[in-house]
């Protein structure tokens, strides 16, 4: 049985996990058969957004690690304490959280001085050094695959949004311009992304792509 992370960023869409594609990743490694260890770092929200209006709420804080708690039924480890060697593979799901708390790429207007939280940076330097498989959807693949990875020529998917595509190429990295219901592999470098809700217009729309992406990555992982 494959060991499989899976790195959140707290809980909604507009600062934190995507809860659909964190939930869709979830069930297809249930599918698989997979053993998931879900991780945040323990760290607070760069914001609190109100998910009615898509408002900042001022005067509150959320802790990241917290608020993932919710999107894994309190089964949550601190990434500060997850070992990769332990890892077969790990998957980000997407959100303005992989964004805004798992990196500043929402924030950083340049991509050379772009940084990603360091437990995460060293989960992904640490798993692709060991060429274990890593799977990126929805932004995470330019918002963390393609700034931990800056300059590795890395084969990524946004989907086909120009702007984000520009940023992982200032990176040193490759976009690849895919549908919503395929994935990206870039075999060098064992990694899977896929644009999920950069491109889905409802659930089934991401499922399609999520799906593929997570049984790819347990093939990978053996």
């Given at each position: 049985?494959?060991?499989?992370?899976v790195?959140?960023?707290?809980?909604?869409?507009?600062d934190?996990?995507?809860?659909?594609?964190?939930?869709?990743?979830?069930?297809?490694?249930?599918?698989?058969?997979?053993?998931?260890?879900?991780?945040?770092?323990?760290?607070s929200?760069?914001?609190?957004?109100?998910?009615?209006?898509?408002?900042?709420?001022?005067?509150?804080?959320?802790?990241?690690?917290?608020?993932?708690?919710?999107?894994?039924?309190?089964?949550?480890t601190?990434?500060?304490?997850v070992?990769a060697?332990?890892?077969?593979?790990?998957?980000?799901?997407?959100?303005?959280?992989?964004?805004?708390?798992?990196?500043?790429?929402a924030?950083?207007?340049?991509?050379?001085?772009?940084?990603?939280?360091?437990?995460?940076?060293?989960?992904?330097?640490?798993?692709?050094?060991?060429?274990?498989?890593?799977?990126?959807?929805?932004?995470?693949?330019?918002?963390?695959g393609?700034?931990?990875?800056?300059?590795?020529?890395?084969?990524?998917?946004?989907?086909?949004?120009?702007?984000?595509?520009?940023?992982?190429?200032?990176?040193?990295n490759?976009?690849?311009?895919?549908?919503?219901?395929?994935?990206?592999?870039?075999?060098?470098?064992?990694?899977?992304?896929?644009?999920?809700?950069?491109?889905?217009?409802?659930?089934?729309?991401?499922?399609?792509?999520?799906?593929?992406?997570?049984?790819?990555?347990?093939?990978?992982?053996?």
């Open positions: 049985m494959a060991k499989i992370g790195v959140m960023a707290g809980c909604g869409v507009n934190g996990s995507e809860i659909y594609e964190g939930t869709l990743t979830l069930l297809h490694l249930a599918t698989q058969g997979a053993e998931v260890v879900c991780m945040a770092p323990d760290m929200q760069i914001d609190v957004i109100d998910h009615r209006t898509g408002q900042p709420v001022g005067g509150e804080e959320r802790n990241v690690l917290t608020e993932s708690a919710r999107l894994a039924r309190g089964e949550i601190n990434i500060a304490d070992n060697e332990e890892l077969d593979a790990v998957i980000f799901p997407g959100g303005f959280g992989a964004a805004k708390n798992l990196s500043d790429f924030y950083n207007p340049n991509p050379d001085e772009m940084v990603v939280q360091m437990h995460v940076q060293q989960l992904v330097e640490n798993m692709h050094t060991a060429g274990k498989p890593i799977g990126f959807i929805c932004i995470s693949p330019a918002s963390i393609a700034v931990a990875l800056r300059g590795k020529g890395v084969k990524l998917t946004i989907g086909n949004a120009a702007d984000f595509a520009e940023k992982v190429e200032a990176l040193g490759t976009h690849i311009d895919c549908a919503v219901e395929d994935i990206v592999i870039d075999d060098e470098h064992n990694i899977v992304s896929t644009p999920a809700y950069m491109l889905a217009q409802n659930i089934l729309e991401a499922e399609s792509g999520i799906e593929k992406l997570v049984a790819e990555i347990c093939r990978r992982a053996g």
